[in-house]
């Protein structure tokens, strides 16, 4: 069983910078696929990026059309957290952001049913 408990949600204007976090417990962390998806009221679930554990330390990365080049994902293996650097936030990035981690490490990335675990999810509200 794994658990995932994200943090980091709150209030921030546009144009500002947030950093979300998410502590997984349970399994073996660094051969997980993480990723980060969000919800927005009324809206269908987007994927927002994941990292893919390939071999060793090496970590694929992936992005959302719609946060490219804007959010960074990184994690801490030592401390089982994934993280997702959020820059340059626009009021239509506002949205329940939740982890997720696939202990298959494989499929369809951006792909909600391919993820095993979820956490409860984090709000971000992006003020205009």
């Known amino acids: 069983q794994v658990q995932l408990v994200e943090s980091g949600g709150g209030l921030v204007q546009a144009g500002s910078s947030l950093g979300l976090s998410c502590v997984a417990s349970g399994g073996t962390f660094r051969k997980f696929r993480m990723g980060w998806f969000r919800q927005a009221s009324g809206k269908e679930r987007e994927f927002v990026a994941h990292?893919?554990?390939?071999?060793?330390?090496?970590?694929?990365?992936g992005y959302g059309e719609s946060v490219k080049d804007r959010f960074t994902i990184s994690r801490d293996n030592a401390m089982n957290t994934v993280y997702l650097e959020m820059t340059n936030l626009k009021p239509e990035d506002t949205a329940v952001y939740y982890c997720a981690a696939d202990l298959d490490n494989e499929g369809d990335y951006s792909s909600g049913p391919e993820y095993n675990y979820w956490g409860q999810g984090t709000l971000v509200t992006v003020s205009s």
């Open positions: 990292s893919t554990w390939r071999f060793g330390s090496i970590y694929y990365t």
